[in-house]
């Protein structure tokens, strides 16, 4: 039973990885600088990496906003989210995977009265702001540096070409355990409560619950780099801007740094020691990210090259999503609670409806009195029926 | 794995480049012997050249199947075959031209004869700076301009030169038939197309340079 109410998870996984490895490596693809198949084995490799060894720091910020406490809420959650993801990718328009799972826990909250943590609501929502912005900075950063290296160290283009491939590896496996970790916490945060109890040993490893669980949605997101994201990877990077190999190098590095930093608790945790305030540990999204790093990139070039009505239909899809999935998780939670009757938190424990017992007291069988004329109506209807 | 490839294609690209540098100056040596009227040396250039135009169109096959094959630099493989492919042009076309000159002996009059190895000399140094241009656009694309401009300046004079040449051909030149000075002025254009293909490479480099620009 339990398999059944993960399937929504792990469908959303699928959905995470179809789309967002695209994110990852698809400028890589796209451009023909890696394989396919050499992408999508490094990146299924790492994506579950990431969400086994440090996906827990991003789970813990989305489980603040709120806490589905009932597997069936989680599964009704988890499908809004991914139905939400699947329908937009379907029409092609630009979906986030976080936002479409914040949307759907606001629904959650909404159907349930838990009230939402609005703290931790702007502290998410800010991060949809910073990822991007944020994005947009380091590509800049790292384009200066790019290009101050290549003016001073003269390459052969031959080897450099070599150099970029072997970099777009490294940064691809870099941004796939980046990707894992801070949004293992989309696919599997809402089904943590359910996590087993017991270890899972491997000999030179053991694995928690929340671990087996996360490499579940691992493995999840991995089926769906390989069964469907190749077509995204084909068409990804190109379509707000034309990049270089050179360009897909720094776009892919800035958004692995922007997840980095959003999922590590050791780098939040070194902040704190140096007398920094915390890192957000907020899942983020990857697709928000990589655009705003290639914006970025168009802007500091002139934006001249940069597709404003496709950045249009992305901005649309980044307001539209986390509203979308907070709709349909509120009325799906409605059906399932209502129709299916399962329970969707741990206050709503339905309650079968019994047939009505009236007691009554022998002494008051006395003082019914059957009204005479009835029984003669109901004698004559009989005779006129015979007749007939 | 990656350098491996890399470093024989590189090798293959130098190769090609030094035999395209090789050819032209074979076949401005073969010319020389022409008009000097010294045919063993002539002889000797024309095979030699036939060599080096051989084994530049084995180099450039190969190079070409290696970017297609292991798909290298991908978004400008096109573009850098189809430059390559015009450098091989030129030793082609610089092949042919000897040849025409081995099958036709043309008369060229003593008077012509400077007129003839200027125009040789110009429109062999657009061919030759253009071979530098395209090394430094794999070396360093930032440094194509630097001798690009040498190749656009060649085939400019070597236009004003034939241009001479053609005209002395048919003003001053009043002994000869118009045949033999048909002749001539085809044989002004043999040497003339040398640089016009080194024009044509430049162009493709400078489109490409561009393009790689970051």
Redesign the interface.
């Known amino acids: 039973m339990i398999l059944f109410f993960l399937s929504s998870g792990l469908f959303l996984g699928w959905s995470l990885g179809a789309n967002d490895a695209a994110n990852v490596f698809g400028s890589a693809v796209g451009t023909k600088m890696v394989s396919f198949r050499k992408a999508a084995i490094i990146a299924s490799i790492f994506v579950i990496l990431g969400a086994v060894i440090q996906g827990a720091g991003a789970t813990h910020t989305l489980g603040k906003l709120g806490a589905v406490t009932a597997l069936g809420g989680s599964f009704t959650v988890a499908l809004a989210a991914a139905v939400t993801v699947y329908w937009m990718t379907k029409f092609k328009i630009p979906v986030s995977t976080s936002q479409a799972i914040v949307g759907a826990i606001i629904g959650w909250n909404f159907f349930v009265g838990s009230p939402t943590d609005i703290k931790v609501l702007g502290k998410i929502v800010s991060t949809w702001v910073m990822g991007p912005i944020l994005g947009a900075i380091f590509a800049i950063l790292l384009f200066y540096v790019q290009h101050l290296f290549f003016r001073v160290v003269k390459i052969h283009l031959l080897k450099q070409d070599a150099y970029i491939r072997f970099s777009l590896l490294l940064v691809g496996a870099f941004g796939s355990f980046s990707l894992g970790a801070n949004n293992i916490a989309n696919v599997m945060g809402v089904f943590v409560l359910a996590a087993p109890d017991s270890y899972l040993d491997f000999g030179l490893f053991k694995l928690n619950g929340v671990q087996q669980l996360f490499l579940l949605g691992g493995v999840a997101i991995a089926i769906g780099i390989f069964t469907y994201s190749k077509r995204v990877m084909d068409t990804v990077g190109n379509g707000l801007m034309q990049l270089s190999s050179k360009s897909a190098i720094i776009t892919v590095l800035a958004n692995s740094m922007v997840l980095f930093v959003f999922s590590s608790t050791s780098l939040s945790n070194f902040f704190v020691s140096i007398g920094l305030p915390p890192i957000p540990l907020v899942p983020v999204s990857s697709s928000q990210v990589i655009v705003g790093a290639i914006l970025g990139l168009g802007l500091l070039k002139g934006g001249y090259n940069i597709n404003y009505k496709m950045l249009g239909s992305i901005a649309a899809g980044w307001v539209a999503t986390p509203f979308i999935a907070g709709i349909l998780s509120f009325i799906a939670l409605f059906f399932i609670s209502n129709v299916f009757l399962i329970p969707v938190s741990s206050k709503s424990v339905v309650k079968k409806q019994q047939p009505k017992v009236i007691k009554i007291d022998s002494s008051q069988i006395k003082n019914i009195i059957v009204p005479k004329d009835t029984s003669d109506t109901l004698l004559k209807n009989k005779k006129l029926l015979n007749q007939n | 794995m990656?350098?491996k490839?890399?470093k024989s294609?590189?090798r293959d690209?130098d190769e090609f480049l030094d035999t395209v540098d090789q050819g032209i100056l074979v076949f401005k040596e073969g010319v020389k012997s022409y008009l000097n009227e010294d045919d063993e040396s002539f002889q000797k250039n024309l095979e030699n050249l036939y060599k080096l135009e051989a084994k530049a169109d084995k180099k450039v096959l190969r190079v070409q199947n290696e970017f297609f094959e292991h798909?290298?630099?991908?978004?400008y493989s096109a573009d850098v075959v189809k430059l390559l492919d015009s450098l091989d042009d030129i030793i082609d076309t610089a092949k042919e031209n000897l040849y025409q000159y081995d099958v036709e002996i043309p008369f060229i009059p003593k008077k012509l004869k400077d007129d003839f190895l200027k125009l040789l000399d110009v429109s062999c140094s657009a061919a030759e700076a253009a071979i530098p241009a395209v090394r430094s656009?794999?070396?360093?694309?930032?440094g194509v301009k630097d001798n690009e401009h040498r190749v656009y300046f060649y085939e400019k004079e070597t236009d004003g030169l034939a241009a001479d040449l053609k005209r002395k051909i048919f003003k001053e030149t009043k002994h000869l038939k118009l045949s033999q000075k048909i002749h001539l002025r085809y044989f002004t254009l043999h040497i003339e197309q040398i640089s016009d293909k080194a024009e044509y490479s430049a162009r493709i480099l400078s489109a490409l340079a561009i393009k790689?620009k970051?």
Request: charged share 10%.
């Open positions: 990656f350098f490839k890399t294609t590189i690209i798909s290298l630099i991908p978004q656009f794999f070396n360093n694309p930032s790689t970051d």
